[in-house]
């Protein structure tokens, strides 16, 4: 069953508005949260992370927040840009149980000029 | 520094061949980990390790085995080609908190 869920597998937004990518978890034990972003036939980069004690992180354009309530992040990407157009991945860990990262589905973002 | 590195980037099997995909890290990282991407199903973990020597069960182990005989390297085997493993395989490393990833190996299995 799939822990980590990203319901939208796509998503346009014009150039120059916000980007917002939802990402939503099951397991309370997660503590940390990240986001990746990929580019076809290259492998995830990392963008962006979180901590369970946080719930905002911002960095330059990019943004995650936390709802541990909800059991939801999202990522803000202001203003987005075409290069910004990518495949975004949520991911999931609880660090005191041995380290292993769970992945969404990820959600396509077409930036269009 | 070359970061995370798999070989190789392509190949392709018949069912019933077996091959090896080697992952090699510069960075001394203690985890390693083998992720198989497929459409519509995001990134899965296949096998995993903390450290030299020792190995772990992700979420889709079925299919595979790999070892950890030293700390940079880290290979995931498959025995027995199937064509349910076609896929584009994903070696990470990491120190604690965030994983870096090699750039994929893709696979086909006729």
């Known amino acids: 069953d799939q822990q980590v869920k990203q319901n939208s597998p796509s998503l346009s937004v014009q150039e120059g508005r916000i980007s917002i990518l939802n990402c939503d978890y099951t397991n309370s034990m997660f503590d940390y949260f990240l986001w990746y972003k990929k580019y076809p036939a290259e492998g995830p980069t990392f963008l962006i992370s979180i901590s369970s004690i946080k719930d905002k992180n911002e960095d330059g354009r990019f943004t995650v927040f936390l709802n541990k309530s909800a059991k939801h992040l999202s990522l803000h990407i202001v203003p987005s840009q075409p290069g910004d157009s990518a495949v975004y991945f949520c991911a999931a860990s609880a660090r005191n149980t041995g380290n292993q990262f769970y992945f969404g589905t990820g959600t396509s973002l077409t930036v269009i000029p | ?110």
Request: charged share 15%; glycine share 10%; net charge positive.
């Open chain 2, 1 to 110: 520094n070359a970061g995370v590195t798999q070989t190789p980037k392509f190949r392709v099997l018949k069912t019933g061949q077996s091959m090896t995909l080697l992952c090699a890290q510069d960075m001394n990282h203690e985890y390693m980990y083998w992720y198989r991407q497929d459409p519509g199903m995001g990134l899965r973990l296949i096998h995993y390790s903390v450290g030299e020597g020792t190995t772990a069960k992700g979420e889709v182990p079925d299919g595979y085995n790999v070892s950890r005989l030293k700390k940079q390297n880290f290979l995931l085997g498959l025995e027995s080609a199937a064509p349910s493993q076609t896929s584009v395989y994903f070696c990470a490393s990491s120190y604690e908190t965030v994983l870096t990833f090699g750039a994929g190996s893709r696979l086909t299995v006729l």
